[in-house]
């Protein structure tokens, strides 16, 4: 198991940027596909992006597609989400997620969690 805390969160206008981390600490990160999900009031988690352990392997959901990226750093522990163009219905907590070895799209494939940071962005 591996212990992660999300940072980076905040209030934002439209069009802006923010940059989340998520720190994990623990099991060897570096054999952990690594995942963001999010979710807004009254809706179920979905999924953001997420990234094998090589980084070789990205995926992105269809509504964040070219403005977010998702990069890890496994020398830091560290997995980032740059979120670009920001719009309201992107207004969420975003949670960062991991599971060994196989990258998943589905929040239900990944065992560890951290505790979310709020994202909120402004019209």
């Known amino acids: 198991q591996v212990q992660l805390v999300e940072s980076g969160g905040g209030l934002v206008q439209a069009g802006g940027s923010l940059r989340l981390s998520c720190a994990a600490s623990?099991?060897?990160?570096?054999?952990?596909?690594m995942g963001w999900f999010r979710q807004a009031p009254g809706k179920e988690r979905e999924f953001v992006a997420a990234?094998?352990?090589?980084?070789?392997?990205?995926y992105y959901a269809d509504s964040v597609k070219g403005r977010f990226t998702i990069s890890r750093d496994n020398a830091k522990n560290t997995v980032y989400l740059q979120m670009n163009s920001l719009k309201p219905e992107d207004t969420a907590v975003y949670y960062c997620?991991?599971?060994?070895?196989?990258?998943?799209?589905?929040?239900?494939?990944?065992?560890?969690w951290g505790q979310g940071t709020q994202v909120t962005v402004s019209s």
């Open positions: 997620a991991g599971r060994r070895v196989l990258v998943m799209t589905t929040p239900g494939g990944y065992n560890d």
């Open positions: 623990g099991r060897t990160f570096s054999n952990y596909a």
């Open positions: 990234i094998s352990w090589s980084g070789n392997t990205i």
